[in-house]
């Protein structure tokens, strides 16, 4: 992440989940149900932001999962952990930027949730994510509870340092030519997935 980047987090993280309105339960549950998160499994949530997903996750994985929640914003971690801290001993938050210091461990299941638009190495962070950071049988997943429509339209709004989302079939090809095993899950209004391993 950038430092511009980072800033730009911190200052909205109080604001945050005030303005995640596409984020519903029933969206979240879909998404989560196309990704056949199990229980037992080892999760990573990468730009948990305030932590939307963790409570979905947990509840999936169960007592004998795990799920680490990692984000490069201090403001937007605080929060995830002010809400979700005391939880269990399964959730496992990390301040870091994951294109450059991935928590060294291998996950059933790796979510980019609303994040892709903020990769500045997408091709190289993928393939590091797959190779080295991936259990046999394990999935990365893109996801957002939206088309790129609803993204675009957002960072364009908010002037972020966020790059365009392209469609998901776009997108799709994209990490295809680039050597990427990649499949589109669902494209809707309600849910971008798409799965790579
Ligand atoms: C648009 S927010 C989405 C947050 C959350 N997933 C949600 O849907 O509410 C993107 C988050 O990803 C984090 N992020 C972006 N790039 C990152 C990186 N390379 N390493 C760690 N966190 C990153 C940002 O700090 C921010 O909290």
């Not at 509840?59 to 490069?72: E, I, L, N, P, Y």
Request: aromatic share 10%; net charge negative; hydrophobic share 40%.
């Amino acid at each position: 992440m950038t430092r511009q980047e980072i800033d730009f987090f911190n200052k909205i993280a109080p604001e945050w989940d005030s303005m995640e309105v596409r984020s519903l339960p029933v969206r979240i549950n879909h998404i989560l149900d196309l990704m056949q998160i199990e229980p037992g499994m080892n999760v990573a949530d990468l730009g948990t932001g305030t932590g939307v997903l963790i409570p979905y996750l947990l509840q999936r994985v169960g007592s004998h999962g795990r799920v680490t929640a990692v984000d490069g914003a201090p403001g937007m971690l605080e929060i995830a952990r002010a809400k979700y801290g005391k939880s269990g001993d399964n959730l496992t938050f990390l301040l870091a930027d994951f294109e450059e210091n991935m928590p060294v461990d291998r996950y059933d299941r790796i979510i980019l949730y609303c994040v892709y638009p903020h990769l500045r190495y997408p091709v190289e962070t993928l393939r590091n994510l797959i190779d080295h950071h991936l259990r046999p049988g394990g999935y990365v997943y893109i996801a957002f509870p939206n088309d790129e429509t609803f993204v675009n339209h957002i960072h364009g709004e908010k002037k972020s340092t966020a790059d365009m989302l392209p469609s998901a079939p776009a997108l799709a090809l994209r990490l295809f030519d680039n050597g990427f095993n990649v499949r589109v899950v669902e494209y809707s209004e309600d849910a971008y997935i798409i799965r790579l391993n």
